[in-house]
């Protein structure tokens, strides 16, 4: 059979700008908002976790893998989707790299987690090398009424387990793409998602290196397939998100990445990855730099993918207001 793995990295961005409209920065709640991320963490919670992160990057992290059901994307999607009738320039998500200070049920090595937040476009800015790059700003204030804060477990669950038979199977070798091929430039194999995953592990004497990146951006468009897909696929129960590492020959090189992986349940109680060229969930999308062209008839570059580089937008875990 046909294989392919939903391997999702970082996308470039595909949208019409719009006049800059005023996103509501405040970060205080009121009757009918809600201020959190989209996996339902505070923001006061949310700096603390991605701010530890920082402080403590692990010159050699554990393996982590968080799995949200389809619900919770579809939910993404969708407020995403409401958020954009007003404010036409709400553009995607960021997942920020983020620990929980450590207690005695969640030594060091366990509490990687991951922290997701919606992002508006907020202008251009110049940089380090003087080209021309979109701003993807954060924001966390939302209506309390939407779906996705209704849902239980919006946080994910998180896993650390790289046996097979826990549904993650992307730490160890298939060979089994072989003629699988992708129809889309967004696309990764299933090999090469293990590469990326498998890159990231620990090793006692191969060490790929401490955590360099602290977050990375993906863009409507990509969410929007991402959702199409799991709704047309039946078998589909959700995706799994991998702490990875780049392969790439350029300024990602061995920087921390993630890939993400639809799943199926299996046994009733395991999410299983799954990979099938003939599903429409067998899709997977790569990052590529784009030039967009301004309707001011400027050219700028989407590198708002990973930071670093490229670190505009970014306000965790800084006090400053989104």
């Given amino acids: 059979m046909k294989k392919l793995v939903f391997g999702l990295f970082g996308v470039l961005m595909m949208m019409s700008f719009k006049p800059k409209v005023d996103l509501p920065r ?54 995403l989707a409401a958020e954009r009738v007003n404010n036409p320039n709400v553009d995607g998500i960021r997942i920020y790299l983020a620990r929980t200070p450590p207690s005695n049920s969640a030594p060091i090595h366990y509490n990687n987690q991951v922290i997701v937040v919606s992002t508006y476009y907020d ?4 940089d380090a090398r003087g080209a021309k790059t979109l701003i993807h700003r954060d924001y966390f204030k939302h209506p309390k009424s939407a779906d996705l804060f209704n849902l239980t477990n919006i946080s994910g669950e ?12 992307l730490y160890e070798k298939c060979h089994c793409d072989l ?24 090793i006692p004497i191969i060490r790929p290196g401490r955590i360099n990146s602290t977050a990375e951006w ?43 992986v639809p799943t199926t349940l299996v046994n009733a109680t395991v999410h299983k990855d799954h990979f099938d060229c003939q599903s429409s969930s067998g899709k997977a999308f790569i990052n590529r730099v784009k030039m967009i062209r301004l309707l001011t008839g400027d050219g700028a570059y989407d590198n708002g993918e990973l930071c670093p580089d490229h670190c505009e937008g970014i306000t965790l875990p800084g006090d400053e207001q989104p």
């Fill in 123 to 126: 202008g251009i800015y110049k």
């Fill in 179 to 202: 003629n699988c091929t992708a129809t889309s430039d967004h696309e990764i194999t299933r090999s090469e998602a293990e590469k990326m995953v498998r890159r990231f592990r620990r």
């Fill in 158 to 169: 998180i896993g650390h387990n790289k046996n097979p038979d826990s549904g993650a199977l």
């Fill in 218 to 260: 993906f863009d409507f468009d990509m969410i929007e397939k991402l959702v199409d897909a799991i709704k047309a696929d039946p078998h589909c129960d959700g995706i799994r998100i991998y702490f990875a590492r780049s392969t790439s020959n350029d300024y990602t090189k061995k920087k921390v990445k993630f890939v993400i």
């Fill in 26 to 79: 405040s970060t205080k709640e009121t009757a009918d908002s809600i201020v959190a991320t989209l996996n339902g963490i505070t923001l006061a919670d949310a700096k603390t976790r991605v701010k530890y992160c920082l402080e403590t990057l692990d010159k050699s992290p554990q393996n982590t893998h968080i799995w949200f059901k389809k619900e919770i994307v579809i939910a993404w999607y969708n407020l």
